[in-house]
């Protein structure tokens, strides 16, 4: 058998050429179909392969290395996401800089490694082995045999592991490392530092040394194969950096002013899409981040915009999380603080706890006292013991230590402020120094509820002033009639909970009773309903055109003033104990002044308006007539009829 017939050398150059293009036609796919997920960016960087001059070996080699290194890193992916460890995602509670995660790590994280260095921590207790040995800081350094010292940089120590890695092999090994320090880990601290020098004079130590120099210089200098795709993903980056920006300026702008985000629709360019789109599209008539970025939706080269309505939501909780945070963060620093929590039903008729802790702010000078609102609870038992322990829920989830509660002030329900069985009686069981203090505006509020609801006079006239509002409401042709008629304040409707709503009415009706009857008149005149114009009639003709309920608005109006002035500086924040003591001092007073001058000053008063509405300014007497007396008058006139009738 006749030996096989070498090629020659020209042979073997074309074989190793066709077969170097081989292998870079075969990357390029590879590279192309790693970065599909990446749309244009991938083209730009085969873009850049292309333009590669294949014929100088040595950058077809440093191509082929790098796309290798690509392809490995995919590679290292795909196997990782198969097993439980892989490191796929960012995970914050995982340390990068620790060895025991590195065989995971894709090629982003690896540069980030490679351009931040590894991280030693000198000040470790490290812990002791069976022969009572452990690791020293004195292994970083490296004697030579002149006594130079040099710093071994590229050796790290995991504290979780009590071991000891090699930076460069532990990440740029290419096959299953010989030595234990780039793939376990050493622990031998007997003889460790044998095996570090045994290790650092190694080819393969040298080798993955280079690389990971080579590697370092090019991310420093940003002349790595992906130098554009980088490019473009930080300009990116930065572009979706200023949009945020600008989009969480505008959700914080909308916050602090307390309007609504949405409209009926959510499309940029187009009526009634809500006060955010608004608050944007207005940004971006002036801003050319905004502009290019609605040039990028509009050509629908970008799926997600963040404007939809559930990223305003999602930021609107991070805001006010952090907020939260910063808060709960304030009333740590005070320690000791009082609860104020009130409830109230929505308008889906759900019961609603609002909390507001009130402490003492020493985080900034002067120091103050200051409230906050952390949240509304739903509440579905309203008992005292159902309210305490969605009390008890709140401060638990809050982190807040319920013995550190100094005060609890609540309103004046008997699940509240119950002695027995109360909000404030189980509190007060647990903390006895939780002292208790009634709301002093709710007080206030009830004394005015008995002052309306003891008289019928009373009655009568808040029942007048809320048909006159009424009557104008219920209608919005009726409403404009009225607006032609007054230029003032616009008619308010009474509330049974807020009597901050009775100055207002009664406040719209003194200032302007004069227009508001003819208003009426006029409503009687071009209305078509019947029972419209009875209504308007008898309010024009009968309250508006009497004398006594004229001065019923002048003395309400002084009485509900005054309470309503003593009433906002009870609530105000910065009301302390004994102002408002001095506060209710002085309203007494007013009342006792009140009645003794107060009703002359109010006719007076009274008789200016009436005599302004040609009203007589007289009161209008009633008879009370006797049972007998009555029946003989009216014997006598039916007499008087008949006989004119003869």
Same mark, same amino acid.
């Given at each position: 058998?006749?030996?096989?017939?070498?090629?020659?050398?020209?042979?073997?150059?074309?074989?190793?050429?066709?077969?170097?293009?081989?292998?870079?036609?075969?990357?390029?796919?590879?590279?192309?179909?790693?970065?599909?997920?990446?749309?244009?960016?991938?083209?730009?960087? !085969?873009?850049?392969?292309?333009?590669?001059?294949?014929?100088?070996?040595?950058?077809?080699?440093?191509?082929?290395?790098?796309?290798?290194?690509?392809?490995?890193?995919?590679?290292?992916?795909?196997?990782?996401?198969?097993?439980?460890?892989?490191? &796929?995602?960012?995970?914050?509670?995982?340390?990068?800089?620790?060895?025991?995660?590195?065989?995971?790590?894709?090629?982003?994280?690896?540069?980030?490694?490679?351009?931040?260095?590894?991280?030693?921590? *000198?000040?470790?207790?490290?812990?002791?082995?069976?022969?009572?040995?452990?690791?020293?800081? &004195?292994?970083?350094?490296?004697?030579?045999?002149?006594?130079?010292? %040099?710093?071994?940089?590229?050796?790290?120590?995991?504290?979780?592991?009590?071991?000891?890695?090699?930076?460069?092999?532990?990440?740029?090994?290419?096959?299953?490392?010989?030595?234990?320090? =780039?793939?376990?880990?050493?622990?031998?601290?007997?003889?460790?530092?044998?095996?570090? /020098?045994?290790?650092?004079?190694?080819?393969?130590?040298?080798?993955?040394?280079?690389?990971?120099?080579?590697?370092?210089?090019?991310?420093?200098?940003?002349? /790595?194969?992906?130098?554009?795709?980088?490019?473009?993903?930080?300009?990116?980056?930065?572009?979706?950096?200023?949009?945020?920006?600008?989009?969480?300026?505008?959700?914080?702008?909308?916050?602090?002013?307390?309007?609504?985000?949405?409209?009926?629709?959510?499309?940029?360019?187009?009526?009634?899409? =809500?006060?955010?789109?608004?608050?944007?599209?207005?940004?971006?008539?002036?801003?050319?981040?905004?502009?290019?970025?609605?040039?990028?939706?509009?050509?629908?080269?970008?799926?997600?915009?963040?404007?939809? %309505?559930?990223?305003?939501?999602?930021?609107?909780?991070?805001?006010?999380?952090?907020?939260?945070?910063?808060?709960?963060?304030?009333?740590?620093?005070?320690?000791?603080?009082?609860?104020?929590?009130?409830?109230?039903?929505?308008?889906?008729?759900?019961?609603?706890?609002?909390?507001?802790?009130?402490?003492?702010?020493?985080?900034?000078?002067?120091?103050?006292?200051?409230?906050?609102?952390?949240?509304?609870?739903?509440? !579905?038992? /309203?008992?005292?013991? =159902?309210?305490?322990?969605?009390?008890?829920? +709140?401060?638990?989830?809050?982190?807040?230590?319920?013995?550190?509660?100094?005060?609890?002030?609540?309103?004046?329900?008997?699940?509240?402020?119950?002695?027995?069985?109360?909000?404030?009686?189980?509190?007060?069981?647990?903390?006895?120094?939780?002292?208790?203090?009634?709301?002093?505006? %709710?007080?206030?509020?009830?004394?005015?509820?008995?002052?309306?609801?003891?008289?019928?006079?009373?009655?009568?006239?808040?029942?007048?002033?809320?048909?006159?509002?009424?009557?104008?409401?219920?209608?919005?042709?009726?409403?404009?009639?009225?607006?032609?008629?007054?230029?003032?304040? /616009?008619?308010?409707?009474?509330?049974?909970?807020?009597?901050?709503?009775?100055?207002?009415?009664?406040?719209?009706?003194?200032?302007?009773?004069?227009?508001?009857?003819?208003? *009426?008149?006029?409503?009687?005149?071009?209305?078509?309903?019947?029972?419209?114009?009875?209504?308007?009639?008898?309010?024009?003709?009968?309250?508006?055109?009497?004398?006594?309920?004229?001065?019923?608005?002048?003395?309400?109006?002084?009485?509900?003033?005054?309470?309503?002035?003593?009433?906002?500086?009870?609530?105000?924040?910065?009301?302390?104990?004994? +102002?408002?003591?001095?506060?209710?001092?002085?309203?007494?007073?007013?009342?006792?002044?009140?009645?003794?001058?107060?009703?002359?000053?109010?006719?007076?008063?009274?008789?200016?308006?009436?005599?302004?509405?040609?009203?007589?300014?007289?009161?209008?007497?009633?008879?009370?007539?006797?049972?007998?007396?009555?029946?003989?008058?009216?014997?006598?006139?039916?007499?008087?009829?008949?006989?004119?009738?003869?």
């Amino acid at each position: 058998m006749s030996p096989k017939k070498q090629d020659s050398g020209f042979k073997k150059r074309e074989k190793k050429k066709k077969q170097d293009e081989e292998d870079v036609h075969l990357r390029k796919s590879m590279a192309k179909w790693i970065f599909k997920k990446h749309d244009n960016l991938g083209n730009a960087i !085969v873009e850049n392969l292309d333009n590669i001059n294949e014929a100088n070996e040595e950058n077809t080699n440093c191509v082929n290395e790098e796309i290798g290194d690509i392809i490995e890193s995919e590679n290292e992916i795909n196997i990782n996401e198969k097993s439980d460890n892989a490191f &796929n995602e960012p995970n914050l509670d995982v340390d990068i800089y620790d060895p025991r995660v590195w065989d995971g790590l894709d090629a982003k994280f690896r540069d980030l490694l490679v351009e931040n260095g590894p991280k030693r921590e *000198l000040n470790v207790e490290y812990p002791l082995d069976k022969l009572g040995r452990h690791f020293s800081s &004195n292994f970083y350094m490296r004697v030579l045999s002149n006594g130079e010292k %040099h710093d071994r940089k590229w050796l790290v120590y995991s504290k979780h592991l009590d071991k000891v890695f090699c930076f460069c092999c532990k990440l740029f090994k290419t096959m299953p490392s010989r030595s234990l320090l =780039g793939s376990e880990g050493i622990c031998d601290w007997k003889h460790l530092s044998e095996k570090l /020098t045994q290790h650092e004079n190694s080819k393969e130590h040298l080798i993955n040394l280079r690389t990971c120099v080579e590697l370092r210089i090019r991310l420093s200098k940003n002349q /790595t194969i992906d130098k554009e795709i980088q490019e473009l993903i930080k300009q990116d980056t930065q572009h979706w950096k200023q949009v945020m920006l600008r989009i969480v300026a505008a959700v914080k702008c909308l916050a602090i002013h307390n309007l609504a985000f949405r409209g009926t629709n959510e499309r940029l360019n187009e009526d009634a899409n =809500g006060n955010f789109l608004g608050l944007i599209e207005m940004i971006g008539e002036f801003d050319p981040v905004m502009q290019h970025h609605f040039r990028l939706i509009q050509d629908k080269k970008i799926h997600y915009h963040y404007l939809s %309505h559930k990223i305003q939501n999602e930021l609107i909780q991070i805001l006010a999380s952090k907020v939260k945070d910063a808060i709960i963060e304030i009333i740590r620093e005070a320690k000791y603080y009082s609860v104020i929590l009130d409830c109230t039903p929505d308008a889906s008729h759900q019961e609603q706890m609002t909390v507001i802790i009130r402490c003492v702010d020493v985080s900034n000078t002067p120091i103050k006292v200051e409230e906050y609102f952390l949240e509304y609870r739903n509440v !579905v038992d /309203t008992s005292g013991f =159902g309210l305490f322990n969605e009390l008890k829920s +709140v401060l638990t989830s809050l982190s807040l230590n319920i013995d550190n509660i100094r005060g609890q002030g609540y309103d004046n329900g008997s699940n509240m402020k119950g002695k027995n069985i109360g909000v404030q009686r189980r509190l007060l069981d647990i903390n006895p120094r939780a002292f208790y203090m009634p709301c002093a505006s %709710h007080c206030l509020n009830l004394i005015l509820c008995e002052m309306a609801n003891s008289s019928i006079k009373a009655k009568s006239f808040f029942g007048a002033c809320q048909c006159i509002y009424t009557v104008f409401a219920n209608s919005t042709k009726r409403w404009n009639i009225l607006l032609d008629y007054i230029d003032g304040l /616009t008619l308010k409707s009474l509330s049974t909970t807020r009597w901050e709503s009775h100055i207002e009415s009664v406040k719209a009706i003194l200032s302007q009773v004069s227009q508001i009857r003819e208003a *009426l008149l006029k409503l009687v005149e071009i209305s078509d309903d019947a029972k419209l114009s009875r209504d308007a009639e008898s309010l024009a003709l009968g309250e508006l055109s009497n004398f006594e309920f004229i001065l019923s608005l002048v003395i309400w109006h002084d009485v509900l003033l005054r309470i309503n002035v003593v009433s906002k500086k009870l609530q105000s924040e910065d009301m302390c104990l004994d +102002v408002a003591v001095k506060q209710l001092e002085g309203l007494i007073s007013f009342f006792e002044n009140y009645r003794l001058n107060g009703l002359n000053s109010a006719i007076i008063d009274a008789k200016k308006i009436a005599i302004d509405m040609e009203i007589e300014p007289v009161f209008v007497k009633k008879r009370k007539l006797s049972r007998k007396r009555h029946f003989d008058e009216t014997f006598n006139s039916r007499q008087c009829s008949f006989s004119i009738e003869e």
